[in-house]
């Protein structure tokens, strides 16, 4: 059954995923000044935030495991992460510790990426043991969390108590052991809703906005006569996420609807420490392995490198002071919530 629905996740996700679709990151332009290139042998991509430090901004997030081709899939991402040396997040960990014999299919996130950045995935409902089990079973460096009331509501099978996840949340950040990042994934997270993840303790709100992937629209497509068509453009999109919580005093990572180079510069300069891609590399690594998801990976390292070079960037943190301009639906959601 869980095994079903994470091939369904995986098949309906990269039908969601066509070329050339817009999105609200297409509302964020960089004021071009032509004298303010630096030399690109001064550009530097690491990151740093809450006293960790990644060579690269990017990262493969969470999607997958628990069946075996998902299994399969887990391989090839981290043998990707492996390669280019960014960081990686497995999937839900709810079938392994629902059934261990599971295991493999997320295990392979460690045994293919021994040295590379891991992070564990769970969900806020986790008790502070399956929380460490699913930590223990990658010695994974940091647990994403996923919220995702959104997903659950739609689906038949889904969750219907939400109540405790904020109370859970504390109690896994206090004995965990390594820093929890909590995470959307697709709708966004308020200002509000970061001052709360502060509040808690966590260490980085992933902020997972509208305009990539949408699982209400994958759940609803799961089953006939699915009748939460009207929720599909529910949430917020990444921009307007970060423009949202940028002085709330939390690392934000920016993720949800990342299409290309350009997106992850967009969502640096917003203010994330690193910006994190779903959709965008599964459809890479379906249609042509880990070898076409280096190479997409490689690539994207040395656009970004490229385009911090002509904006005048030495590091992402500097993208921050990036003039950027505003326009369209991102404009408006600025407006609306009293955003300079
Ligand atoms: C996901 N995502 C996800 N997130 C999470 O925290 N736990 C999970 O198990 C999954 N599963 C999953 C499966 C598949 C097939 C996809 C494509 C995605 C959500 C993911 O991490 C991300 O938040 C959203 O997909 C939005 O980012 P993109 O896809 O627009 O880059």
């Not at 043998?79 to 960014?86: K, L, N, S």
């Not at 959104?150 to 108590?161: A, H, K, L, T, Y």
């Amino acid at each position: 059954m869980i095994a079903d629905r994470k091939n369904d996740h995986v098949r309906l996700a990269v039908e969601q995923h066509r070329p050339g679709g817009g999105n609200e990151f297409d509302d964020v332009t960089f004021i071009h000044h032509a004298l303010a290139g630096i030399d690109r042998e001064d550009v530097s991509l690491t990151t740093r935030f809450a006293g960790v430090e990644w060579n690269t901004p990017l990262y493969i997030n969470a999607m997958t495991g628990g069946s075996t081709k998902t299994g399969d899939i887990n391989r090839d991402l981290a043998i990707a992460a492996r390669e280019t040396g960014v960081a990686i997040a497995s999937g839900s960990m709810s079938a392994y510790l629902k059934d261990p014999a599971s295991a493999p299919t997320f295990r392979v996130l460690r045994d293919e990426n021994p040295d590379g950045f891991v992070m564990a995935n769970i969900n806020a409902n986790a008790s502070v043991a399956h929380a460490r089990q699913a930590v223990d079973l990658l010695a994974a460096d940091a647990l994403q969390i996923h919220l995702n009331t959104v997903q659950e509501i739609v689906m038949p099978e889904g969750d219907r108590s939400f109540a405790a996840w904020g109370p859970r949340i504390e109690e896994i950040v206090a004995s965990v052991g390594v820093p929890v990042f909590v995470k959307e994934v697709g709708f966004g997270l308020s200002r509000e809703t970061v001052l709360c993840l502060r509040k808690l303790g966590v260490t980085v709100a992933d902020v997972g906005g509208r305009g990539g992937t949408n699982f209400a629209r994958i759940e609803n497509s799961r089953r006939a006569g699915g009748d939460y068509a009207h929720v599909g453009d529910w949430g917020q999109s990444t921009p307007a996420c970060l423009l949202d919580a940028s002085d709330v005093g939390l690392p934000l990572f920016g993720s949800g609807g990342v299409r290309h180079p350009l997106d992850v510069v967009r969502g640096l300069a917003l203010g994330a420490s690193a910006v994190g891609v779903a959709g965008t590399f599964l459809k890479t690594v379906l249609d042509g392995g880990p070898d076409a998801l280096i190479a997409q990976i490689t690539a994207w390292l040395d656009q970004i490198k490229s385009i911090m070079t002509v904006l005048g960037a030495r590091t992402p943190a500097d993208l921050s002071r990036c003039e950027v301009r505003i326009r369209g639906e991102l404009r408006d959601f600025c407006a609306d919530r009293g955003i300079d």
